[in-house]
């Protein structure tokens, strides 16, 4: 199994910047794309950005195209999102997620049910 838990979320007024990071432990080695989604209240999780293992490949959502960027640390099993601009909209639980697709692939999984292990979550809120 692999386990995943993010850091890093609170609160932060609009315009301003924030970093969430994961990391992750146990089987990582079966592990290939890694990908941020989040949540708002009574809203449907929603995909923000991905990065495969060779980080060669990543997708955003249009959403946060530009204005987010995520990263990664293949020797410390870390993935990273630097969030900038930030809006109120951007408000949600923020999760971390990882596939188990093959590392040869650099096809970026966008969809919730593409990944097989979840973090906990991270809250991120932005004031106006």
């Known amino acids: 199994q692999v386990q995943l838990v993010e850091s890093g979320g609170g609160l932060v007024q609009a315009g301003g910047s924030l970093r969430l990071s994961c990391a992750a432990s146990g089987r990582t080695f079966i592990t290939n794309t890694m990908g941020w989604f989040r949540q708002a209240p009574e809203k449907e999780r929603e995909f923000v950005a991905a990065?495969?293992?060779?980080?060669?490949?990543?997708s955003y959502a249009d959403s946060v195209q530009g204005r987010f960027t995520i990263s990664r640390d293949n020797a410390k099993n870390t993935v990273s999102l630097q969030m900038n601009s930030l809006k109120p909209e951007d408000t949600a639980v923020y999760y971390c997620?990882?596939?188990?697709?093959?590392?040869?692939?650099?096809?970026?999984?966008?969809?919730?049910?593409?990944?097989?292990?979840w973090g906990q979550g991270t809250q991120v809120t932005v004031s106006s």
């Open positions: 997620a990882a596939d188990r697709a093959s590392r040869r692939s650099e096809k970026v999984a966008v969809a919730a049910y593409d990944y097989d292990y």
């Open positions: 990065i495969t293992w060779s980080s060669e490949s990543t």
